[in-house]
């Protein structure tokens, strides 16, 4: 069982940044994917970003070139670093981890975290 604990979500006006912070209770090297998942109020939840164990990223195109993920397998900790933040990324911010072991897939999510962006 993989615990996962979000950190860094706040309030911050149109333009600025944010670091979110997912720690995990094990190694990240132990996982196979990590994602950032958000939902706003009223929406479905939404992915957002990735990082593999190899390092490899990918970013919903409504992020791409303004949010980062990277990982810290030292710390056990994945980040999404968000710049030029809109009000429409006002969301719960979610991490979410898949371990897969031979045919099984497992996933875990964080309790979440709130951002909220004002104009």
């Known amino acids: 069982q993989v615990q996962l604990v979000e950190s860094g979500g706040g309030l911050v006006q149109a333009g600025g940044s944010l670091r979110l912070s997912c720690a995990a209770s094990?190694?990240?090297?132990?996982?196979?994917?990590m994602d950032w998942y958000r939902q706003a109020p009223g929406k479905q939840r939404e992915w957002v970003a990735a990082?593999?164990?190899?390092?490899?990223?990918n970013y919903a195109d409504s992020v791409k070139g303004r949010f980062t993920i990277s990982g810290d397998n030292a710390k056990k900790t994945v980040y999404l670093q968000m710049n030029i933040l809109k009000p429409e990324d006002t969301a719960v911010y979610y991490c979410h981890a898949i371990r897969r072991i031979i045919t099984q897939e497992y996933n875990y999510w964080g309790q979440g975290t709130q951002v909220t962006v004002s104009s």
């Open positions: 094990e190694s990240i090297f132990s996982i196979n994917d």
């Open positions: 990082i593999t164990r190899g390092g490899s990223t």
